[in-house]
C-alpha cells in the first residue's frame, strides 16, 4: 500500500503519526459528505411500522426528503460531531497501523519480494479489530443521536443534547463498559471491511 513517503531522517513515529492525520482528515471529509445517507440507512433501520400500517420512510431519498421536511434540512447530518470523532479514530488508526502491521505479519522480505495477498488481508483484519475496538464508544453515540429524532416526532424531548451529553447518559445509565455495546458484531463488520478495503487497494498497487 502507498502512503506517503518517508522522508530521509524522519523517525517511525513520526512517519506512522502522519500518515495517521492523513488518514483521519480524508475520512472526516468523507463522513461529512456522506452521512445524510447514512442517517437515512440509520432512520430506516431502526424504524418501527405497525401491522397494518404503511412505514413512515421509504427508500433513501424519500427518508431523506422526509426528514428535511420535518426535522429540518441540518438534521440529515445529525451524529456528524460523533462520526468525526470516529473516523478520527477508526480511520486514522486503520489506514496508519496497516503498513506496519503488514510488515509485521510478514517479518523481514527479500528485495523485490512484496507480501502475498493473504498477509495482506490478515493485516486489514489485524487492524481494522483494533481501530474499531476503539472507536466503538463514538460509533454508538453517532447511530443513538442520528436516531433521535423519531421520539420528537413523536411527542419526546431530545434524549441527548450533544455527543458529550450522549456518552454520559450511557456511562451514568451503565457504567464505562456499555460504550462497548455491540462490539461483535462491529469487530466482525468491519475487520471484514478493512482487509477488503485496505488488502485490495494495496494488491492492485
Same mark, same amino acid.
Given at each position: 500500500m502507498?502512503t #506517503?513517503? #518517508?522522508?530521509?531522517?524522519e523517525?517511525? =513515529?513520526a &512517519?506512522f503519526?502522519k @500518515?495517521?492525520?492523513?488518514g483521519?482528515a480524508?475520512?472526516?471529509w468523507?463522513?461529512?459528505?456522506t !452521512?445524510?445517507?447514512?442517517?437515512?440507512k440509520? $432512520?430506516?433501520?431502526? +424504524?418501527?411500522?405497525?401491522?397494518g +400500517?404503511?412505514?413512515k420512510y421509504?427508500g433513501m431519498?424519500?427518508t431523506? %426528503?422526509?426528514i428535511?421536511a420535518?426535522?429540518?434540512?441540518t438534521?440529515?447530518w445529525?451524529?456528524?460531531?460523533a462520526?468525526?470523532? $470516529?473516523?478520527v479514530?477508526?480511520?486514522?488508526?486503520?489506514?496508519?497501523m &496497516? =503498513?506496519?502491521?503488514?510488515?509485521m505479519?510478514?517479518?523481514?522480505?527479500?528485495d523485490g =519480494? @512484496?507480501p502475498t495477498l493473504?498477509?495482506?488481508i490478515?493485516?486489514?483484519?489485524i487492524?481494522?479489530?483494533?481501530a474499531?475496538t476503539i472507536?466503538?464508544?463514538t460509533?454508538l453515540?453517532?447511530?443513538?443521536?442520528q436516531g433521535?429524532g423519531?421520539a420528537v416526532?413523536e411527542?419526546?424531548?431530545l +434524549?441527548y443534547?450533544?455527543?458529550?451529553d450522549? &456518552? #454520559? %447518559? !450511557?456511562?451514568?445509565?451503565?457504567?464505562?463498559?456499555?460504550?462497548?455495546?455491540?462490539?461483535?458484531? @462491529?469487530?466482525? #463488520? @468491519?475487520?471484514?471491511?478493512n482487509a477488503?478495503e485496505?488488502a485490495?487497494y494495496d494488491?492492485y498497487k
Amino acid at each position: 500500500m502507498q502512503t #506517503r513517503k #518517508r522522508r530521509e531522517g524522519e523517525s517511525s =513515529v513520526a &512517519y506512522f503519526m502522519k @500518515n495517521v492525520a492523513c488518514g483521519s482528515a480524508a475520512a472526516c471529509w468523507a463522513e461529512f459528505l456522506t !452521512i445524510p445517507a447514512d442517517t437515512a440507512k440509520v $432512520r430506516l433501520q431502526i +424504524q418501527h411500522t405497525p401491522a397494518g +400500517q404503511e412505514p413512515k420512510y421509504k427508500g433513501m431519498i424519500g427518508t431523506a %426528503k422526509k426528514i428535511a421536511a420535518e426535522e429540518g434540512f441540518t438534521k440529515l447530518w445529525g451524529g456528524i460531531g460523533a462520526g468525526l470523532q $470516529r473516523q478520527v479514530i477508526f480511520a486514522g488508526l486503520r489506514i496508519g497501523m &496497516y =503498513v506496519p502491521v503488514r510488515d509485521m505479519v510478514t517479518g523481514p522480505l527479500p528485495d523485490g =519480494v @512484496n507480501p502475498t495477498l493473504l498477509q495482506k488481508i490478515a493485516a486489514g483484519i489485524i487492524t481494522g479489530g483494533i481501530a474499531i475496538t476503539i472507536a466503538n464508544p463514538t460509533d454508538l453515540v453517532k447511530v443513538k443521536m442520528q436516531g433521535q429524532g423519531v421520539a420528537v416526532l413523536e411527542g419526546k424531548p431530545l +434524549q441527548y443534547t450533544s455527543s458529550i451529553d450522549c &456518552y #454520559r %447518559k !450511557i456511562i451514568a445509565d451503565g457504567g464505562v463498559a456499555k460504550l462497548w455495546t455491540g462490539l461483535g458484531p @462491529n469487530i466482525a #463488520r @468491519n475487520c471484514v471491511v478493512n482487509a477488503a478495503e485496505l488488502a485490495s487497494y494495496d494488491q492492485y498497487k
